[in-house]
């Protein structure tokens, strides 16, 4: 089996990714008083906590193989760039947009911060799409 080598861009990216994870751990714990009953929030607000926390998780596990995948793309230049980073900042927009959205008091609607959520899938999209048709074009 040969040993996979990571570029400096991909072991760079991967480290702060791993650290990131700690703080979705540790969100984790929120979590963990809002299903208890020991937060004060609304279904919604628990809905959102939820959803943003699946997506942190998720999406920076999608980043870190995104990683791999970017070093054996043979894409460069600005697409390399979106390809390897634009998962990472849409695993900070998706779940900071259900985050921000449903912060406030008794709130039982997102505000505009949802707006985030969206601006993060569109990213999402444009980030997979770039890697994948790089990885095919290979």
């Known amino acids: 089996m040969d040993a996979v080598t990571l570029s400096d861009a991909s072991r760079t990216l991967a480290g702060i990714l791993l650290l990131a994870l700690v703080t979705v751990e540790s969100g984790g714990l929120y979590l963990v008083r809002v299903v208890t009953g020991r937060a004060g929030v609304t279904p919604f607000q628990e809905k959102f906590a939820r959803a943003g926390h699946a997506h942190a998780g998720v999406l920076l596990l999608l980043a870190l193989i995104c990683q791999l995948l970017v070093d054996h793309s043979g894409l460069t230049g600005a697409w390399e760039w979106l390809a390897r980073s634009g998962v990472a900042a849409s695993a900070l927009l998706m779940p900071g947009g259900f985050f921000f959205s449903s912060m406030g008091a008794g709130r039982d609607r997102p505000n ?15 980030s997979l799409t770039t ?5 095919v074009t290979a």
Do not use: D, K, Q
Not at 112 to 121: D, K, S, Y
């Open 131 to 135: 890697l994948g048709i790089g990885l």
């Open 112 to 126: 505009r911060l949802i707006a985030l959520v969206f601006a993060g899938g569109a990213l999402l999209a444009i």
